[in-house]
């Protein structure tokens, strides 16, 4: 099944009402984010995810990668889709225009890499690497690295690859244990095994520029010890032409669970004398550069869910209205499409709601990434960046929790034929199983909120937040329509609850750690299901406003409010339970 | 890995102290299942699925079945292991002992049946299809028949299927289009497709008893007109031996997101001019002889959702004690194996008291089903039959979600590494996933639930177990000790949710059956939370006197409070978020 069709009218209200692009576009270095312009990428961007990428998706997943002596080949079809993707200029999308890039705001490129990761997450795994170089380089790297690399990674001529993880140092890098010898001539030979590197080989380009975190001889022990370089696969010469093979070879290939499209491979460094590397920035701050592009591929991460779950729901509704199965429990008629029948319809508007609350959330904290960057008052920047940075573990860990359990929901629709693999319907489902795992786990994304988060600034922006929400259930509770009555209700609720346990954990956070670090993943899961209730309440409030004001969406509007209503009956209850867990966690 | 051992322990205290097994054993029939024969069946039972069964899982895995010109070959070794399983006796352990079988009480041999699925689910599907043909043939077949087929279906030397679904027919069985002719002489003609057949076709047995659904030329439309035939592959003659093949094919199998090992057939019927076929029973009849199995098939299901659990628990248990990873952020010590971490154990100990919870419910109600049989007052027979049937959809639709929950976050505990195929997590999460949906989804689990469980006596079912889980309240409530008192308050919380949730689907599923319709599977997930947690409570007031009586199990038993006070804390919860919910459904 090859049928992804962009939600474009879902994506245009997200980031035009929730995360105000029109808003953003009049801040500089953004005035070309018009609407006639987000309507040109949107409607092209749809053309080429639904065209060319989602019907390669099966095939990767089918035919996988094959490593040979070194080489890895990406299957059938990916090496053109990947030339087409370059040409069509959509991997510098969000870059700077003074390397090539189209300096696109993040609330409106997000759409773009949620299609993308829609259409087929294996391929997207590629840019979102290699985003993530191109993030690195320009915090860190010197004028000359960058005019060797930087305009060719975001044309997307060369990809870029984070090579942080070693078989003994996963979650915890700081028992990384690759090193780099400094030579006379400034370069650095660079020794080691690094695992789990997707993209570290391919045929898709000519050159691969990994980035990889290694110890300088003197370095201290941990985390403070640690150094990023430059690695490329293909030494580059003076003129910018490609010399001699670096001393980097892939040893294999991982048989994974998902995304079989991407190569994870096993990556040598510095096996025939050491591979050549050109440090970045000053040496041992390493961790921190990485950090600086953390946000953007957490966040990156949490719309794979995002992505991962509309696209199993589209595949799920489309087979529940073909399927006839059964009668109507409630008309009678004989024999009924399975969307008819209630347990059906509620699966699929747990899904519906689940995506569009978690896709809002995220289309947000992009436009306060935005904001962060462009806004003129620092004050007001450091703001955008702090609640930005407080949302992120939120977008991380909940839109990929939520993408396991939506595409669980699709294969359940399909009923036995879910299980059948040429179905398509299990396959979103195993590929997402990786996204609450890497770019830091659920755990490592709850304590994150908690420990980073909330305890930097002693829980200011979270009442920033708090009081931000406040708002809207006021709005809501105000309101003369009973339905916007009831999710402000459960809002109210899911808000105190949400309060309560913050308070707790900030008494008690740093004198009971223990308590605080078992409550974390039900205080992340809260969280995120009030601040998506949050925004499904901001939707609704917008939807109705525009409904009343006579809309011509009315029939999309009106989804608005029933999906937002769903959220409030089905999902937000659950706020109570997390915050009780948490409680019994912090209190106990 | 092949690294499972049975927990014996628990199983014994399980069957032991809630399942009340050496009541049981008091009743007419089941008199040799003495506490001795217990030791000694599960001893075996867990050395031969220890050794035998658990090292083919990851091989019927990665090796699949194959189909060629109408043969299935069945994993490597699979054969051998099935001759084992049969020499052992172990297919007909819970079956009558005048055909051959051990006669034990359900509550003994659902532990085995554990150990079997927990081993190798792939396999077990094949003697769980058996046990349930043999179920319908002691139900409805001629004495001819059951004298042709019982035996050696019960010793295993030929083995059983159910073909009920079709292309246009899965959840709903009145579509079945399959016919069957009479003739002459007695026998019929089938003729028809069927798929999903597990084992319908292999080369373990020489010869396999299909039961099949089909209508006869008069029968009434839908499900009334459906009736039951034995199909065996190869016909028998009148001395017993084998004789010509039937005109019954296996015209491909599925390729599977689990379960590799059991192949998933397309069985056709008649082909070439019609399969000999015996009518069960009488004409008609066959979605009720269908039925009275679905209990104990559907039990079945349910265990294999444990069984999963169970092995995912002691895989990622085992990877927790050995993998370093960080410090530990209470004692500050440097590099700590993961188990250390409180989100690790946090995760552990979810997946071990939502096991250790279902698993006693799956067992108590293996209990009832025995008392069904052998109480010898008819009134008791009746009700524990009720009582058991209104739990086994939460023993199925429960112990299923569970199953595929827990495998993923055995999953989550290992990290990157869960991701590879090779580390064996990732397989027992794609085998979970059929559970949810073979022998009814957990939506029909749910409508089951309510509408035939509940609402056949008006809720007398439930009351009488509402009373039941009251007295357990009230000794936890009452007891000195504080673990005790806050199982018992938030048992008492979760009851009092579950009274008010049925109090209103008994006043409305009639009249407005679309909101019950739509609360269901909330229902059904509240039941399960309440329900399992019943189950804790009682295991920890055993076990508190227990070890207030000095008992040598101490290590055990304080284990057993503290998984049942981690189910309170962090499980019940979610009883309160089921149920509001279920009333947004059914008030709303």
Redesign the interface.
């Known amino acids: 099944m090859s049928d992804y069709r962009a939600p474009i009218q879902d994506m245009r209200f997200v980031m035009d009402e929730l995360a105000d692009l029109p808003g953003i576009a009049r801040l500089p270095g953004f005035e070309e984010a018009t609407s006639d312009m987000a309507d040109a990428i949107l409607e092209e961007a749809a053309k080429f995810t639904g065209e060319v990428l989602a019907p390669l998706n099966a095939v990767g997943d089918r035919e996988g990668c094959r490593w040979q002596d070194g080489a890895v080949s990406t299957p059938p079809g990916w090496k053109e889709a990947y030339r087409q993707y370059c040409e069509g200029g959509w991997n510098g999308i969000a870059c700077s225009p003074a390397f090539g890039g189209q300096g696109l705001p993040g609330a409106l490129a997000v759409a773009v890499k949620e299609m993308v990761c829609s259409a087929n997450l294996a391929f997207s795994v590629c840019p979102l690497l290699t985003t993530g170089a191109i993030e690195a380089l320009m915090t860190c790297a010197s004028g000359e690295l960058i005019e060797t690399y930087l305009a060719k990674m975001i044309s997307g001529e060369w990809t870029g690859t984070m090579n942080l993880?070693e078989p003994?140092?996963?979650?915890?890098l700081?028992?990384l244990r690759s090193r780099a010898e400094p030579q006379a001539d400034g370069t650095y030979r660079i020794f080691g095994q690094k695992?789990?590197i997707s993209y570290g080989e391919h045929d898709m380009v000519d050159n691969i520029v990994h980035l990889v975190l290694a110890r300088l001889p003197d370095a201290p022990p941990g985390v403070k010890g640690i150094s990023l370089f430059l690695v490329p696969k293909v030494l580059v010469n003076a003129d910018g032409s490609l010399g001699a093979r670096n001393d980097v070879a892939c040893a294999s290939i991982?048989?994974?669970?998902?995304i079989h499209g991407s190569p994870t491979c096993v990556m040598a460094f510095g096996e025939q004398g050491g591979a050549v590397g050109y440090l970045l920035g000053q040496a041992n701050r390493g961790l921190e550069y990485m950090f600086v592009m953390m946000n953007e591929a957490r966040h990156g991460v949490g719309l794979q869910g995002v992505a991962l779950g509309e696209r199993a729901y589209q595949h799920a509704l489309a087979y529940a209205a073909e399927r006839?199965?059964?009668?109507d429990?409630?008309t009678g008629e004989a024999?009924v499409t399975i969307d008819h029948?209630?347990?059906?319809?509620?699966?699929l508007m747990l899904m519906k709601s689940r995506v569009e609350a978690a896709r809002a959330l995220a289309y947000y904290t992009a436009g306060l990434l935005d904001r962060s960057h462009a806004e003129s008052d620092e004050n007001v920047r450091q703001q955008q960046l702090f609640l930005a940075e407080f949302l992120i573990p939120l977008v991380k860990g909940g839109g990929t929790e939520m993408g396991?359990d939506v595409t669980?929901l699709g294969?359940?629709i399909h009923?036995?034929m879910?299980?059948?693999?040429?179905t398509g319907a299990?396959q979103f489902?195993?590929d997402a199983?990786?996204t609450?795992?890497?770019e830091g786990?659920?755990?490592i994304q709850?304590?994150d909120l908690i420990f980073r988060k909330l305890l930097r600034d002693r829980g200011a922006t979270a009442q920033r937040l708090f009081a931000e929400i406040e708002r809207t259930v006021s709005a809501l509770r105000s309101h003369d329509d009973a339905t916007l009555n009831?999710i402000g209700k459960s809002l109210q609720e899911g808000l105190c609850q949400w309060r309560e346990v913050t308070r707790c954990v900030l008494a008690s956070a740093k004198t009971q750690?223990?308590g605080a670090?078992?409550a974390?993943?039900?205080i992340l899961s809260l969280a995120v299901t009030v601040s998506n209730g949050w925004m499904m309440g901001r939707a609704a409030l917008i939807a109705r406003q525009r409904l009343d004001d006579g809309d011509a969406a009315a029939e999309f509007l009106q989804g608005k409010c029933v999906s937002a209503r769903f959220y409030a009956?089905?999902v937000m209850?659950?706020a109570?339970?997390?915050a009780?867990?948490a409680l019994?966690?912090l209190v106990?």
Chains 1, 2 share one sequence.
């Open positions: 993880t003994q140092a996963g979650s915890d700081a028992l695992i789990f991982e048989h994974k669970l998902g006839k199965q059964g009668r429990a409630v024999l029948h209630p347990d059906v319809k509620r699966m396991i669980s294969i359940q009923g036995g879910g299980f059948i693999e040429e299990a489902w195993r199983r990786i609450t795992i890497y786990t659920t755990g709850a304590n009831a750690p223990e670090l078992t974390a993943v039900p009956d089905h209850p659950q109570g339970a997390y009780a867990t019994n966690c106990g």
